[in-house]
């Protein structure tokens, strides 16, 4: 007979309705997932473009992780944010995003080591040298800040090492890390998507072309479709997402500047590489040259979308290298690097995804850019120089053996705008006009839908170098003088996924991790009220809890 009253039955009782409660409430759950990030800056919260990607993945991604062995606290930091992005990964693709941790220097044998570092940095994972001070000794390092993606039997490289080279390491970890996200479903969705964008580089007017422009059409291809575009064949400019035009100089004609103009009033969106002026290094030694304007016959177009790109050029303190002869030893010329300030460094952006902590960006003779109104645009200033910056306006002579002659005093103009963003709905310079001869009214558009522009005035932003002695085109951004590679690429790729996806990945550069770093002087101040605190108050809180349970004891049993 069951004795209801027992207390061990009640216990037990208890107990498996507890273990009935768990099974319950974990059988519901099960069929509503959500994750909660309770961090100020929502530093673990997936974009919603990433959560599509990755729940709609019809493979699985495999992801090796190089960022591993002996490393600072810094790049463990950044190794963990890596790992647990791509945790969030594995929950929202349903277990289809594999990863795993590998570590360069693993293999046995120095060649060994060397022969797979080797392949890395082919396969796109760039090494980074990282001097580290432990125990008084100093210690170099290399490591591999990246992964290699796998998907469907194709594969890509990246290095996720991307923030600001003039920020400190930290900064730059950190930068690194609010990027990670991007770069990393930035990579699978190019492996996994089967429907690409068409991409027109515009041509008919000596636009960089062939080898100058190898680097930005590799880089183009890796995402999109890519297609060299004639603007008087006006029929199938509908089918591209964006057009480049990447530093013309002969004249558009009437016909072609119209199809333009329809192009953007139908929804098309361009990347203007402008350069206003006929500048080139080949002439730069000539004592008589002088940069002249170029005839685009583009001046009304641009001001009536809003910008004007002016007669100029800039020159910054803040410069690349180039080498001047400075002397003779034994019958040799003797060179020096020397800043050359027409080729000014970028490294001031806009506060906006294209530009988020991005590296310094390289221009060469490049111009200056201003605002005009006009209704109903949104113009955003993406690029400006440092305050050390002074315009030259046309005729501006250019000579490399003016580099002994520049007065830092003169460079006080204050910074000046080179990149602009243009959005909204664009009227067409033609409203109110008479068309090109030819042109028909019927299909003519005065009010455009809204669409984006990017202008920037240096169309050597997107030229890349040619190694002189294999005549093979050097990755964009790269300059031979210094062996550094600018981030001209990653500005340029970031445009164009800017223009061509209104609410895509690009929107993913804006997350935002915040260093919390403490305060030295408070820490000073302080140090010997919380070393009491930590070290008294664990024993005060013990001899306390003694006292009261012998009083407690004392009470309890005096009695007997």
């Not at 990347?271 to 000539?286: G, H």
Request: proline share 4%; hydrophobic share 40%; glycine share 6%.
């Amino acid at each position: 007979m069951v004795n209801w009253k027992s207390k061990q039955l009640g216990d037990f009782l208890w107990f498996g309705n507890a273990i009935l409660v768990v099974v319950l409430i974990n059988l519901i759950a099960s069929n509503y997932f959500f994750r909660i990030d309770l961090t100020e800056e929502n530093r673990y919260l997936i974009k919603d473009k990433t959560k599509e990607i990755l729940e709609n993945l019809d493979d699985d991604v495999h992801v090796e992780v190089y960022l591993e062995g002996d490393m600072n606290a810094g790049f463990k930091r950044f190794q963990k944010a890596i790992l647990e992005t791509l945790r969030e990964f594995e929950v929202y693709s349903d277990r289809k995003v594999h990863y795993a941790l590998v570590n360069p220097s693993a293999a046995v044998g120095k060649k060994a080591q060397s022969e797979f570092m080797a392949e890395l940095a082919r396969r796109g994972i760039q090494p980074t040298n990282v001097i580290d001070t432990k125990d008084g000794q100093r210690k170099e390092k290399i490591i591999f800040p990246g992964v290699i993606v796998y998907f469907g039997g194709a594969e890509t490289g990246i290095t996720l090492l991307k923030g600001n080279k003039a920020a400190s390491p930290d900064e730059e970890i950190n930068q690194s890390i609010e990027g990670i996200e991007f770069e990393l479903v930035s990579a699978i969705e190019r492996l996994s998507k089967t429907e690409r964008k068409r991409i027109g580089l515009v041509v008919g007017h000596d636009e960089l072309d062939s080898l100058d422009v190898a680097s930005f059409n590799n880089e183009l291809l890796q995402s999109f479709d890519v297609f060299k575009v004639n603007l008087s064949e006006s029929k199938k400019l509908s089918e591209y997402s964006a057009l480049v035009i990447a530093k013309p100089t002969k004249p558009f004609s009437p016909t072609e500047k119209y199809h333009l103009d329809q192009y953007i009033m139908g929804g098309g969106k361009v990347m203007f590489l402008i350069d206003r002026l006929e500048a080139s290094m080949e002439n730069a030694s000539r004592p008589e040259y002088l940069a002249l304007p170029y005839d685009l016959n583009l001046d009304d177009q641009f001001f009536r979308y809003g910008v004007r790109i002016n007669p100029d050029l800039v020159q910054d303190q803040s410069a690349a290298f180039y080498p001047v002869v400075t002397g003779q030893v034994n019958g040799k010329s003797k060179f020096q690097l020397m800043n050359w300030p027409f080729f000014p460094l970028v490294n001031r952006y806009a506060e906006h995804p294209v530009t988020r902590n991005l590296d310094a960006t390289i221009l060469r003779f490049a111009n200056t850019i201003d605002t005009v109104k006009a209704a109903g645009i949104r113009k955003t200033p993406l690029l400006w120089t440092t305050p050390a910056t002074r315009k030259l306006t046309a005729p501006v002579p250019v000579n490399v053996n003016d580099l002994r002659k520049y007065d830092p005093k003169d460079f006080n103009q204050g910074s000046m705008m080179v990149g602009c963003l243009l959005e909204g709905k664009f009227t067409s310079l033609y409203k109110n006009r008479f068309l090109p001869e030819g042109m028909s009214k019927q299909t003519h558009i005065d009010d455009g839908k809204h669409t984006r522009l990017i202008v920037i005035a240096d169309g050597d932003i997107a030229r890349n170098e040619i190694n002189p002695r294999s005549n093979q085109p050097q990755a964009l951004g790269f300059d031979p003088f210094t062996n550094y590679t600018f981030a001209n690429k990653d500005l340029l790729m970031n445009a164009m996924m800017w223009l061509t996806e209104e609410d895509g990945l690009i929107q993913t550069r804006s997350k935002q991790v915040m260093i919390r770093p403490l305060d030295r002087e408070k820490i000073a101040a302080d140090k010997f009220t919380w070393q009491l605190i930590n070290l008294g108050l664990p024993v005060l809180l013990i001899v306390g809890y003694g006292l009261l349970r012998a009083y407690w004891r004392k009470k309890r049993y005096a009695s007997f």
